[in-house]
């Protein structure tokens, strides 16, 4: 056990591959992880997608566990191995939880008969972890890892990786020159990395796996009008299918009781996400989630959807808000969502930014109103929430090798997860193999 092993991303992913390495005796002192945020007990709760646990340790703490839920992970080792592997980071966050008796699992079984005429709903357990404890879990988390050596540098931003020497340069928060060498990179640096990980792919030319564009909105409306569904699944997910078509859309992410909308930074737009409160004091009886198109056959999908994005964003240079009766809703910490609320005009000219395909979402909106008979205007959109989906470097399904440099691991949403469990298990999945081999 001498390989040097580097993690770019503190994050779900790299946090989860460290800690399976130090709990089967791989010496933490040859591990160093790099982060461009701050440790977890300087991070502040504006810093959402940066720093311990990454954006999973400001999201809303929910752990999906599903095979068709959060991105890819079956496709690498089989429907088996994924659940063990998921189940070793739900492990994980029940470890670190200063309450594990509270994280609680939501599993629904039966499908209503109401939604039946015009929705399908995806049915799968999650596990609540609860925003307001990830904090504390990531402090306890970090504690371990540091307290078995694993150096820690944060408030570094790596900008170059030279795959052919196995080095790295980074800047730390004082502008200074950091650089450091390998055996093994991980490299978990998440969506707020994700353009870093597109210019590696362009400059190595990495090859690459198809993929879809992922774009919508989040909407949100008082909870009341969805309870009836909500009492049957907390978390659902409806969805509907035009295969002929090539789309298919899904409700994606759900909050609830004390449920915010959550702007997230990418590229330097603005687009929007969700998260959940446990805290009874947070309550503000709302819900939301996003209404995600998956759209097949567009050429380029990753500029294709870059390209709606900032179009959206030149209306006013920030995220969009549509209703026909509200306005956008408050943060957590009391300020209005952050954005430009449109008329009915202006939404003639969203609609032609995404090229027709927004009557799919008007529809699904028209046919929600028809399930949940109450909702009638008593909602708004937060335009748009999109899932880049870079194009995903090719890998050895076995450890998520680079095929052309097989020392250099990605794992997580800078590979082709959606979410904390599979994040998670993608970062176990290569510790296993390392440990196999030293
Ligand atoms: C508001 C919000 C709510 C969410 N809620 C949920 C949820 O309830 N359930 C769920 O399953 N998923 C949720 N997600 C998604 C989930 O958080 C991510 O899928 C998951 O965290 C991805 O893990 P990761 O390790 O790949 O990346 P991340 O957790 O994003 O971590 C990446 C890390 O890399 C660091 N980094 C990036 N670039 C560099 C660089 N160049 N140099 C150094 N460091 C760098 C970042 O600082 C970050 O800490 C949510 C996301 C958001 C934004």
């Known amino acids: 056990m001498s390989k040097k092993i580097v993690i770019v991303g503190a994050g779900v992913a790299g946090i989860n591959a460290a800690t399976k390495l130090v709990d089967n005796g791989y010496p933490g002192e040859l591990i160093t992880i790099i982060d461009m945020g701050k440790d977890p007990h300087k991070r502040l709760p504006s810093e959402v997608m940066t720093g311990m646990l990454g954006a999973g340790g400001w999201s809303d703490g929910k752990l999906t566990y599903h095979t068709a839920i ?3 992970l079956k496709k690498y080792c089989g429907e088996d191995k994924a659940m063990e592997l998921m189940d070793q980071v739900i492990t994980n966050f029940k470890r670190f939880h200063p309450k594990p008796e509270e994280v609680q699992c939501s599993n629904p079984d039966a499908e209503p008969d109401f939604i039946k005429p015009y929705f399908g709903l995806r ?12 904090l504390e879990i990531a402090k306890n988390w970090y504690s371990y890892l540091v307290n078995n050596g694993v150096h820690f540098e944060w408030e570094t ?3 170059s990786i030279d795959f052919d020497s196995n080095f790295l340069r980074a800047k730390d928060k004082y502008n200074q020159e950091v650089r450091l060498s ?3 990179l991980i490299f978990g640096v998440g969506k707020s990395g994700i353009d870093f990980g597109k210019v590696l792919a362009e400059q190595y030319d990495l090859p690459t796996e198809p993929k879809s564009v992922q774009i919508g909105v989040r909407f949100e409306a008082p909870q009341h009008h969805f309870q009836k569904l909500i009492d049957v699944s907390y978390d659902f997910k409806l969805y509907r299918k035009f295969d002929d078509k090539g789309v298919s859309l899904r409700s994606f992410c759900t909050n609830n009781n004390a449920a915010y909308v959550a702007v997230e930074e990418t590229y330097g737009n603005s687009t929007y996400n969700g998260h959940a409160k446990k805290d009874e004091r947070y309550r503000n009886d709302m819900t939301n989630f996003g209404i995600i198109m998956e759209l097949n056959g567009i050429e380029d999908p990753f500029t294709w959807s870059r390209e709606v994005v900032k179009q959206l964003q030149s209306i006013d240079n920030k995220g969009l808000y549509y209703s026909p009766s509200r306005t956008p809703s408050f943060t957590s910490e009391g300020d209005h969502v952050e954005a430009s609320q449109i008329s009915d005009a202006d939404m003639q000219t969203v609609r032609h930014i995404f090229e027709g395909y927004f009557n799919y979402i008007d ?3 028209d046919d929600m109103k028809k399930v949940f008979p109450t909702l009638k205007d008593d909602w708004g959109i937060y335009i748009p929430e999109v899932k880049y989906l870079s194009p995903e470097p090719l ?4 450890n998520l090798a680079l095929t052309k440099y097989p020392n250099v691991h990605f794992v997580g949403d800078a590979l082709s997860a959606r979410g904390i469990t599979v994040s998670g298990a993608q970062g176990i999945y290569v510790a296993e193999d390392i440990l196999k081999y030293n």
Do not use: A, R
């Not at 799968?124 to 972890?129: C, D, I, L, S």
């Not at 890998?395 to 076995?398: A, C, E, S």
């Open 70 to 72: 959060g991105g890819q």
């Open 123 to 134: 049915l799968f357990p999650v596990w609540h972890v609860g925003t307001d404890y990830l």
């Open 157 to 159: 931003k790596v900008y």
């Open 182 to 184: 390998y055996d093994e």
């Open 363 to 365: 529809e699904f909106i």
């Open 395 to 398: 890998v050895d399904y076995t």
